[in-house]
Nanobody, 120 residues
């Protein structure tokens, strides 16, 4: 299984970015996919997760600003991020093979991460 993230970059506060995760070789049903992030000096935290039956859960701080979606034909997971704030600055990681939780432990597969920097 290989998870490859793309779409990170630098943007001004209030702007938008779209992160894409390509899941190669991942076909596990019954488990979740999602996006996590880790800011310098902070623990990794869940941002948004998608269950195998299509349920989506966002962490409170991104609710209403971020949108998670999946293209089953391409096996890609997309995180549309709008109204970005400086506190969204972090390394963003795609994850798969996880339980239905925003807690990063017990998630099986991880990408290398893509940096998102929001400047004020």
């Amino acid at each position: 299984v290989q998870l490859v993230e793309s779409g990170g970059g630098s943007v001004q506060a209030g702007g938008s970015l779209t992160l894409t995760c390509s899941a190669v070789g991942y076909t596990q049903s019954g488990s979740s996919m999602g996006w996590f992030r880790q800011a310098p000096g902070k623990e990794r935290e869940g941002v948004a997760i998608l269950s195998s039956i299509g349920n989506i859960h966002y962490t409170d701080s991104v609710q209403g600003r971020f949108t998670l979606s999946k293209d089953n034909a391409k096996n890609t997971l997309t995180l549309q991020m709008n109204s970005l704030k400086s506190e969204d600055t972090a390394m963003y990681y795609c994850a798969a093979g996880g339980p239905w939780t925003l807690t990063p432990t017990r998630w099986k597969y991880w990408g290398q991460g893509t940096q998102v920097t929001v400047t004020s």
